[in-house]
């Protein structure tokens, strides 16, 4: 199966479902909608929010989590 590349906060959220996203990382909806708002999710969702992203069969840039890629940190 082919992946599913993601760029945007929008389309994680879009795809993975805001009352999906509420149910996995123990969030409220106001919760949801500000992370669409700043365009950026927290930290301390990147384990569950990429679990069930690699579930869906899509990826997305660990940069929407304020995450620095391996490479880039060296």
Known sequence: MRIRRLTTVAEVIDTIG???????????????????NAGRFPPNTFVVMQAELKRLHCRAPDS???????????
């Open 18 to 36: 805001g009352l999906r996203l509420q149910e996995i990382t123990d969030r409220r909806s106001n919760n949801v909608t500000n992370w669409r």
């Open 64 to 74: 929407l989590w304020g995450m620095i890629a391996a490479a880039r940190a060296a």
